[in-house]
């Protein structure tokens, strides 16, 4: 048994609904792990509270539904009715015994409980209401106690929550385990506790002591009755005659023989010094997880901040022992956080991504990543790429170039990353696709709503680079010609190929498969030899205009959404900014890391102002009787060839454009050959979502 489903009108931020409508937030539990992330005030604390209004705690702790609990609007209007609903699934036989006349069935019949809390304001007095089963048939729950939950705070004083006293957390679990169940008989506990307090009565009603070895105590020594006998002596004189009558005296012991006051007098602890935070952080957890060893039936943890006082490291191995407990135990938690090292390990699928009041569960049924994809991304998902669960906006890049140069940018045109809560995530390779899935949903009716931008080279060479080769294959696309399309289509009946028509395609198999997609087959095996005979009758073509739209229209197919978008460049950043007004910075950052390259130590003897205007002079040079094309692949040469080094030529190049500031602002608003780095940029750093 588990929460599959928390549904929440006008609770908190989540609210301006009917109560008789779809719910503000829909939240998709599993069994196991439950990971809320997202950025500061998204919803995930709001979460956690309304399954602790809905269920109540392992601890009593006191919670009631405020005022201040009901949705209010940006008008000031404060709703009057809020409503909160969870639903069980998977339940045992057992379990659906004890919750018989609230059970009902989903659409597939399979049984489920549906527990629903109400609260309206009249009068500003708050009138809750706990009901269970079908709404409108539903009635009083009074099984609620069966669903209460462990919860963890995120300020956690593990500290004072393992000490002994009259509140203490240790007690209240303890009493819950079946070893400190009360019985007629005297608990072994109180037995100890009796020969104890026995004990140290007896040193404070002596003079002088008895030898005993086992204690080590040796005769005559001296015992404690002169501090009873002031006692009894000064009580007498406060007290008068009634001191004798009532037959008092003055006693000292551990606590009341009785299993209650002794377990208020237990603390725990790991070591005889003190420990640190992390540590009681950590003991603490694994206390309140003794609830679950008690418990065999439904088991539910809230864990908010879950970091807390934990080093990564821990971090790793505590949520490893949870996802492991999860898949074996009838054991779920819901757990936030803000660790990027934790959703950077947890399993995708595990993830919930809370933003713009709504929750995205990223398990396969909700988005359009494969498996494949989420066997990628769990194995290549670190800390760095993370990120993009706690932004406001992401933007992928593949290389070490532009993850350099993004930020830097961003920073000239005056809208840096950070204030817009935008991550940049390097994937390193052109796997795209993979991470861009992460924000497309099965479910268009509930998009997510996350700006991405996709920086991509378009990978299509410059007829520069290939000037001395006429028949490059880089250019060549095909096409069919309308007369073959018709023979095929009068001798193959049944196959349509009006796809065919009009179309031109990078590749044989690119158009072999347009013709499967579009009549929605796997093969070609119910049309023997069309194949064969379909490969004849293509043309080669040969256009760098038309192979680079061919690319563009395939790249933009495949990676972008309405917030998703791809942007290109002619070939390589490096070679669109030689293009541009900044080739005399990027030159000059090129011919530094080719002295690099050959001698590491010439970096403290380098003077950046001499080194761009001996670049300035080059060029100069050198492009008056050239093209800009030429220019450029002369400039980028030396990357392209593997003379020097892109990263570190992306870190000079953002020191000189840092360094001209003034005059590369300009450039960087108006030139055509850069404007898609700028358009990505703006793309993700809408206005009014700033993170400060």
């Known amino acids: 048994m588990y929460l599959a489903e928390l549904k929440i009108w006008n609770f908190r931020k989540y609210g301006d609904a009917s109560m008789e409508g779809e719910p503000v937030i829909l939240v998709?539990?599993?069994?196991?792990?439950?990971?809320?992330?997202?950025?500061?005030?998204?919803?995930?604390?709001?979460?956690?509270?309304?399954?602790?209004?809905?269920?109540?705690?392992?601890?009593?702790?006191y919670t009631r539904i405020e005022e201040d609990d009901f949705y209010i609007s940006n008008s000031g209007i404060r709703t009057k009715h809020l409503k909160i609903e969870g639903i069980f699934k998977s339940l045992t036989d057992e379990e659906a015994g004890n919750?018989?006349?609230?059970?009902?069935?989903?659409?597939?019949?399979?049984?489920e409980l549906i527990v629903r809390l109400g609260a309206k304001v009249n009068n500003h007095q708050i009138i809750t209401n706990v009901t269970a089963?079908?709404?409108?048939?539903?009635?009083?729950?009074?099984?609620?106690?069966?669903?209460?939950?462990?919860?963890?705070?995120?300020?956690?004083?593990?500290?004072?929550?393992?000490?002994?006293?009259?509140?203490?957390?240790?007690?209240?679990?303890?009493?819950?385990?079946?070893?400190?169940?009360?019985?007629?008989?005297?608990?072994t506990l109180e037995k100890?506790?009796?020969?104890?307090?026995?004990?140290?009565?007896?040193?404070?009603?002596?003079?002088?002591?008895?030898?005993?070895e086992i204690f080590e105590i040796t005769e005559g020594e001296q015992g404690a009755k002169l501090i009873t006998q002031f006692l009894d002596d000064t009580l007498s004189a406060f007290m008068g005659i009634s001191f004798n009558e009532n037959n008092y005296k003055s006693f000292l012991d551990i606590t009341r023989n009785d299993l209650s006051s002794i377990l208020r007098k237990l603390s725990l602890n790991i070591d005889e010094n003190k420990i640190g935070l992390g540590s009681l952080n950590q003991l603490f957890i694994a206390m309140e997880l003794l609830l679950f060893e008690i418990e065999t039936n439904f088991n539910l943890a809230l864990i908010e901040e879950i970091e807390a006082h934990l080093h990564p490291q821990a971090q790793l191995r505590l949520i490893k022992y949870l996802q492991d407990k999860g898949e074996n135990a009838n054991e779920q938690y819901i757990i936030t956080t803000h660790s990027i090292t934790l959703a950077s390990k947890v399993q995708l699928d595990n993830i919930i991504l809370c933003r713009n009041n709504l929750a995205?569960?990223?398990?396969?049924?909700?988005?359009?990543?494969?498996?494949?994809?989420?066997?990628?991304?769990?194995?290549?998902?670190?800390?760095?790429?993370a990120n993009l669960f706690f932004a406001k906006g992401v933007i992928f890049v593949e290389g070490d170039a532009e993850n350099i140069l993004l930020p830097i940018l961003a920073e000239i045109i005056k809208k840096p990353l950070h204030k817009y809560g935008v991550s940049l995530v390097n994937v390193g390779?052109?796997?795209?696709?993979?991470?861009?899935?992460?924000?497309?949903?099965?479910?268009?009716?509930?998009?997510?709503?996350?700006?991405?931008?996709?920086i991509n080279d378009l990978d299509v060479k410059p007829l520069i680079c290939n000037q001395n080769n006429s028949s490059c294959d880089d250019y060549k696309y095909l096409t069919i010609p309308e007369a073959a399309i018709n023979e095929l289509e009068k001798k193959y009946v049944g196959l349509m190929l009006g796809c065919l028509r009009e179309n031109k395609f990078l590749s044989l198999d690119k158009a072999r498969r347009a013709v499967l997609r579009y009549n929605q087959i796997d093969d070609f095996k119910d049309f023997r030899g069309f194949q064969t005979e379909f490969d004849r009758t293509v043309t080669l073509n040969q256009s760098i205009t038309v192979v680079k739209e061919l690319v563009e229209r395939e790249k933009r197919g495949k990676y972008e959404t309405d917030t998703i978008?791809?942007?290109?460049?002619?070939?390589?950043?490096?070679?669109?900014?030689?293009?541009?007004?900044?080739?005399?910075?990027?030159?000059?950052?090129?011919?530094?890391?080719?002295?690099v390259k050959s001698d590491e130590d010439i970096i403290n003897s380098l003077n950046l102002e001499k080194e761009l205007e001996a670049a300035k002079k080059e060029i100069e040079e050198y492009a008056i009787s050239k093209s800009?094309?030429?220019?450029?692949?002369?400039?980028?040469?030396?990357?392209?060839?593997?003379?020097?080094?892109?990263?570190?030529?992306?870190?000079?190049?953002?020191?000189?454009?840092?360094?001209?500031?003034?005059?590369?602002?300009?450039i960087l608003e108006t030139d055509q050959h850069i404007k898609y780095l700028i358009d990505s940029i703006k793309h993700v750093c809408r206005e009014g979502d700033f993170s400060e």
């Open 628 to 666: 800009d094309e030429e220019t450029a692949y002369w400039i980028y040469e030396d990357l392209y060839k593997n003379r020097a080094s892109k990263a570190v030529t992306a870190q000079y190049f953002g020191k000189l454009i840092k360094m001209h500031e003034e005059t590369v602002k300009p």
């Open 565 to 595: 978008k791809l942007y290109l460049n002619e070939w390589t950043m490096e070679y669109d900014i030689a293009l541009s007004g900044l080739k005399y910075y990027i030159h000059c950052a090129i011919q530094i890391s080719k002295k």
């Open 133 to 187: 089963g079908v709404e409108g048939l539903d009635t009083r729950f009074e099984a609620r106690d069966l669903l209460r939950v462990t919860y963890l705070k995120p300020l956690r004083d593990a500290e004072s929550e393992l000490s002994s006293g009259y509140k203490s957390r240790l007690a209240q679990i303890l009493r819950n385990h079946p070893l400190f169940a009360k019985e007629d008989n005297e608990h």
């Open 429 to 454: 390779n052109t796997a795209f696709i993979r991470y861009s899935r992460i924000f497309r949903r099965k479910d268009e009716s509930c998009p997510l709503d996350f700006p991405v931008s996709i």
């Open 28 to 61: 998709n539990f599993k069994p196991g792990v439950n990971l809320l992330v997202g950025e500061n005030d998204c919803g995930k604390t709001t979460i956690i509270d309304a399954v602790k209004h809905l269920l109540g705690t392992q601890s009593y702790d």
């Open 99 to 111: 919750f018989l006349e609230w059970i009902s069935f989903d659409e597939k019949g399979n049984t």
């Open 360 to 385: 995205f569960s990223m398990g396969p049924q909700y988005t359009e990543l494969s498996s494949g994809d989420y066997q990628f991304i769990e194995r290549f998902l670190d800390a760095t790429k």
């Open 192 to 212: 100890y506790i009796r020969i104890a307090n026995s004990r140290i009565k007896g040193y404070f009603d002596k003079e002088t002591l008895e030898k005993e």
